[in-house]
């Protein structure tokens, strides 16, 4: 039975509510922060009031006032009353002189006497409140607030993410680019601090951009309740203001409703005090954490390994940098949350860093490097915390495939792009099967590279994958020709990447010169594949790596959330639409284009052919995948994903030789895609995974033994919603985070993540930025719904007792439209002006940071939606 729909009437001011004598009278008593000048008629409230009246059948008002930081009132009203209300606060205009606006003098009177701490109080309200939104590249004027060196640095009018650019930017890389406040100046970045503070708290805050905009949004505060206004553009790709302090005042009456957190609820009274007394004291800050005492002993000890002086460990050194030199690097046994980089270092061991800067890892260095390690430095995101951890095992294993082996290394590889560029090449002296370990050791870190690296959205490259797919591993052992040092040498000038134009005029490089060469290469494995007897499809399961049992990384789930994505251990979800098999020269090749190929700072030439590429090296994975299947289902299986994407590749004909080669036999259903999941399946066995049983219920109880009542109770109602299927899903969010209150302790609540896998007819569109348009399968869109918080972009928030979950799935299932969503949302959602947003973005993160203490990092809220 439905639950009933009240007529609601909400009223929310944009600036300070200034009740009527005539709404006063019939309202009785009012607190107010403040009287009014003698005479004036009207009484002043600052503290962001929210009216919400409900009609009642009488035609009379049930009023409620909540105000902020006080308590929620009802009243009831006449119509008129009701109208003399609306008029008084339809648009106030408070009388704010410049340097009311300015400073909040009150704050001021209540200076403490003590430093404010940065570590202890300053920093986790900035963390909480704003680094959810400045923490990467896609920082909204390049204001990353998750350090101490973010904040000097301060903000730019220039931006990062620019697909159209003609000529490459100067990159701006935090801690690598410049590394002193005069550095930043010198390369266009102005203060958010007051860059030379001084004795006087109101000097200080008056050159403090940080402050103004905080200040501007006391002055004119968001509503409490509903979508915000249109007005406010909140895309990711919106025309950017980023004034200086001197241009703020025209700033704020430009943009009166676009001071900070931007788009999000205000800071409470608390957080704001504290800020602005720290921006008052001088922005006092904490110096850089040196290595704790245990971590210094293994930087000592690696630093040693990485600096040999053999050829081979040089080899070795390069190879191991290129592929981790953006990782988070974990020691293991020490501290959760202390991490370090891997860098190249002009100076020596036992010297201060000196790092050598250049756009890729591979650059020419122009002398003698050395491999070192700093600490990590402030806060951690999700979007960009990528964990690589290194142990005495990890050593072994490392000597065990590249320095025990019996082999040469005459020569060491130069820098010149060409070679630089191609892994193949340049490490052709290292043995191939352990380079395909070492990658295979941690394949979910080096695929999510491409996400979650360099770029910290993954838009060039999730342009072109499905929403949700599972990808396997051809085994390092299987006797296949791409492990055969003998054949990628030879092949390795056609495995050049357009990585090595770095940034070029030539916009379709790929659609020339670089499909040709893959052409080569896929047509020299026809004569290896007429020599291959045909095998049973169990046999065949003999090519893919199963992880020797014990390592998830055998089994990985890619969901791509619009413009981002995120990876999964195991084969999360219903049966995918498509699905990849992974050799060593795709996987080392994506690593080279997307991640230590890539330059977020390049031109369009760079990022378009980058884009271009990637769309043969996922063709390639899919491929792959398809040879498992019969010959005379292959072609309407492979035309039924991507509907004339082939027919656009004028040279595919030539590289379909293996579309009718049957290579695996024995099926035994009339759907032989669904028939070698489950094969694959059981292959892998346990590093399946469970999926918690909500996507796929493969036993009797679907997984909940040893579940709590509760657990059992929120799994069986969501299994409903992971079937909705069709045309609904595109007006779902891309990916929401969904909180189960159990009554009991916070923490003890169920966290899950509810996804919207998009169909499309093809993903071979050529820009970023492209609208759907007719791309679009709606029909065969589908939802994921798994047991934590997955992706590191929450779209939207949603949280119901655990009593309601199945009034819950009921009303989700319900959804047709984007009006019945609407409907929804009003009861399970929080929308940006919701008061407890806050509340419940917390609550997800700490969540997160329980579950998951080495891997979690703040959530992005750049890309929560108004709805």
């Not at 929310?12 to 019939?26: F, G, N, T």
């Not at 491409?450 to 910290?456: A, E, H, M, R, S």
């Not at 994975?621 to 289902?633: Q, V």
């Not at 655990?802 to 009003?826: L, P, S």
Request: with cysteine; hydrophobic share 35%.
């Amino acid at each position: 039975m439905g639950l009933p729909e009240p007529e609601i009437i909400s009223f929310v001011s944009r600036h300070s509510l200034l009740y009527s004598d005539a709404a006063q009278h019939e309202l009785g008593n009012v607190d107010t922060a403040e009287q009014t000048q003698s005479g004036s008629s009207l009484v002043e409230s600052d503290l962001s009031d929210l009216f919400q009246g409900v009609l009642m059948p009488d035609k009379t008002i049930q009023l409620s006032i909540d105000v902020r930081g006080s308590r929620r009132t009802a009243y009831r009203l006449s119509l008129i009353a009701f109208v003399a209300l609306l008029t008084a606060c339809g648009t106030p205009e408070k009388s704010v002189t410049q340097d009311q606006a300015r400073v909040d003098h009150r704050l001021l009177f209540s200076m403490p006497e003590k430093l404010i701490s940065y570590d202890e109080q300053v920093r986790p309200i900035l963390d909480r409140r704003c680094v959810v939104c400045h923490g990467c590249y896609d920082a909204p004027c390049q204001l990353k607030l998750s350090s101490v060196s973010g904040i000097q640095r301060g903000g730019s009018k220039e931006t990062v993410y620019d697909g159209a650019r003609i000529k490459a930017a100067e990159p701006t890389r935090l801690f690598i680019d410049a590394l002193t406040t005069g550095q930043w100046r010198d390369k266009g970045f102005h203060s958010v601090v007051s860059d030379e503070p001084v004795g006087d708290p109101q000097t200080n805050l008056e050159n403090s951009l940080l402050y103004r905009m905080l200040r501007l949004k006391q002055l004119h505060p968001q509503p409490r309740i509903g979508m915000l206004s249109e007005s406010i553009d909140l895309g990711l790709g919106r025309s950017q203001v980023c004034p200086t302090v001197e241009e703020f005042d025209a700033y704020a009456a430009d943009f009166p409703l676009q001071g900070m957190p931007f788009g999000m609820p205000n800071l409470d009274i608390d957080e704001y005090t504290t800020l602005v007394h720290w921006l008052a004291q001088g922005s006092p800050v904490s110096t850089d954490q040196p290595a704790s005492p245990k971590v210094a002993v293994q930087i000592r000890r690696w630093e040693r390994f990485l600096n040999g002086p053999s050829s081979k460990q040089q080899l070795v050194s390069r190879y191991i940098y290129e592929h981790l030199f953006q990782a988070h690097i974990h020691f293991a046994g020490t501290d959760d949350r202390e991490f370090y980089r891997l860098v190249r270092s002009s100076a020596p061991v036992g010297q201060p860093v000196s790092i050598v800067a250049t756009a890729r890892p591979y650059g020419d260095p122009g002398g003698p490097v050395y491999y070192r390690l700093v600490r990590h430095q402030g806060s951690i995101v999700a979007k960009n915390h990528l964990v690589y951890e290194w142990s005495d095992q990890r050593l072994r294993r490392y000597r065990e495939l590249f320095i025990d082996p019996d082999y040469q290394v005459d020569k060491l590889p130069s820098y010149d792009r060409t070679v630089a560029s191609n892994p193949i090449k340049a490490f052709a002296g290292l043995p191939v099967k352990s380079r395909y370990r070492f990658l295979l050791d941690d394949a979910r870190f080096f695929i999510e590279g491409f996400i979650k690296g360099p770029v910290c959205r993954g838009q060039i490259a999730l342009n072109v994958i499905e929403d949700q797919f599972w990808v396997f591993f051809f085994d390092p052992d299987a006797p296949i020709i791409s492990t055969k040092p003998e054949y990628l040498n030879a092949m390795a000038d056609y495995l050049a990447s357009p990585s090595e134009l770095e940034d070029t005029f030539k916009l379709f490089a790929v659609e020339r010169h670089y499909q040709e060469l893959l052409r080569e290469y896929r047509l020299s494995k026809e004569e290896y594949a007429e020599r291959v007897d045909p095998v049973n499809l169990k046999e065949a399961m003999a090519f893919i790596w199963d992880g020797q049992g014990s390592n998830p990384n055998a089994a990985l789930t890619i969901f791509r959330h619009l413009d981002s994505a995120s990876v999964s251990y195991g084969l999360v979800g219903d049966f995918p639409e498509t699905a990849w098999v992974i050799d060593y020269p795709v996987l080392e090749r994506i690593h080279y284009l997307l991640v230590a190929g890539f330059n977020v700072y390049g031109n369009l030439g760079h990022q378009l052919n980058t884009r271009l590429y990637m769309d043969f090296l996922r063709m390639e994975g899919e491929d792959y995948f398809l040879t498992l299947l019969p010959a005379d289902k292959r072609r309407a299986i492979r035309d039924s994903w991507y509907e004339g994407i082939r027919a656009s590749l004028k040279s595919d004909e030539l590289l379909d030789w293996w579309i009718n080669w049957e290579l695996v036999t024995g099926y035994q259903t009339s759907d032989p895609q669904k028939e070698l999941y489950q094969v694959l399946e059981e292959h892998v066995g346990k590093l399946a995974g469970n999926d918690e049983g909500i996507n796929r219920c493969r036993t009797a109880d679907c997984g909940d033994s040893g579940r709590s009542t509760a657990a059992k109770r929120a799994n069986k109602a969501l299994r409903g919603a992971a079937k909705m299927r069709g045309a609904v899903v595109a007006v779902l969010p891309e990916t929401t985070f969904l909180r189960v209150r159990l009554g009991g302790r916070p923490e003890d609540d169920l966290a899950y993540t509810m996804i919207s896998n998009k169909a499309y007819k093809h993903v071979r569109s050529m820009f970023a930025n492209e609208k759907l348009g007719d791309r679009r399968d709606y029909e065969n869109d589908t939802q994921t719904v798994v047991g934590w918080l997955e992706g590191s972009y929450p779209n939207f928030f949603y949280v119901v007792d655990i009593e309601d979950i199945e009034a819950f799935v009921t009303h989700y299932n319900a959804i047709k439209v984007r009006d019945d969503y609407e409907k929804f949302v009003a009861r399970y959602g929080l929308r940006r002006t919701d008061p407890e947003f806050w509340a419940a973005s917390d609550w997800f993160n700490d969540k997160a940071a329980r579950e998951q203490p080495l891997f979690s990092g703040l959530f992005d809220l750049n890309r929560y939606e108004n709805r």
